[in-house]
């Protein structure tokens, strides 16, 4: 897919932008910048989109994308009776690679630093008690100025280089096409996938959505996703029944339904292709961890 180029401001007072969102539209677009961003998601669930991967993303969640990764989180929409309690509380650190000057991560120092940002460029998750220390240094980030501030950031990028609780999101061979023509097109397909994923979605009715032929449609998507239209639609439904299982709140019938299976033989199968699991096996592995 081709996504939009997104210009990151740093302010006339800072080298790197460090800012707080509570509103979950700050980046509801496929988008992709040439600043290294830093994300903790102190409060928001929804889904994931980080180059080829697409997964769940919860409370508490750091993410690390390099530069020029393709990205996009869509939130979950609350109920009427939950809004006053919003829906997200966002904080995000954007910087340049290079706004230390182009020596600094020859350094021998910096050698660490500097595989960190390379192995960024797949997007990397930091999970475990690295995951906590790097959300508190993101939030004194918030509240530091000056030297202070780029300090925290150093300490926080070390904190991660020396980690092994990090996962890789995209794949290896994911390559992105950064042309910026077809934005809408792209979004088009995102947004009406999003809100018909319930029914049956022919190729047809999709392909007229982005404007091309059925024939056309198959081999776009494929060569901008690295995956078939199906096969993105697959993992989208998936993750939405992992989420509705995790709340618990529906039996597993009715989740197969609400996240767009048509049977529940097909929905048991694909779910435990994609996560390795039966439905009632994540739900019950998931409420035992909580406990």
């Known amino acids: 897919m081709k996504p939009q180029l997104l210009k990151v401001a740093t302010g006339s007072a800072h080298s790197f932008s460090v800012r707080r969102d509570v509103v979950p539209f700050f980046n509801n677009k496929w988008h992709y910048h040439a600043e290294v961003e830093l994300i903790y998601l102190e409060k928001g669930a929804g889904t994931q ?33 939950d809004k006053e309690s919003g829906v997200a509380d966002v904080s995000v650190v954007h910087f340049s690679d290079t706004f230390w000057g182009n020596s600094f991560l020859q350094l021998p120092e910096t050698k660490l630093i500097k595989n960190l940002l390379d192995r960024a460029k797949r997007g990397v998750q930091i999970t475990g008690e690295t995951r906590i220390k790097v959300a508190g240094l993101i939030q004194k980030m918030l509240n530091a100025d000056s030297v202070r501030r780029l300090i925290l950031l150093l300490e926080t990028l070390e904190a991660i280089a020396e980690s092994n609780e990090v996962e890789y999101l995209s794949s290896v061979g994911f390559v992105p096409n950064l042309e910026q023509s077809e934005n809408d097109r792209v979004n088009a ?33 494929k060569t901008h996703t690295g995956k078939t239209y199906s096969g993105f639609l697959l993992e989208y439904k998936v993750g939405i029944a992992c989420k509705l ?47």
């Open 189 to 221: 397909i995102y947004e009406y996938s999003f809100s018909n994923y319930r029914n049956k979605i022919a190729l047809k009715e999709i392909a007229m959505v982005a404007n091309i032929s059925p024939n056309s449609f198959c081999r776009y998507f």
């Open 245 to 291: 299982l995790i709340e618990d709140k529906l039996s597993i019938q009715q989740i197969c339904y609400e996240s767009g299976f048509n049977n529940f033989a097909s929905f048991h199968k694909y779910f435990k292709k994609l996560t390795g699991k039966t439905p009632l096996a994540y739900q019950k592995e998931f409420i035992y961890k909580k406990a």
């Open 49 to 81: 989109f980080v180059g080829d991967s697409i997964q769940n993303f919860n409370d508490g969640d750091v993410i690390l994308i390099g530069s020029n990764l393709p990205h996009y989180w869509r939130f979950n929409k609350l109920p009427e009776s």
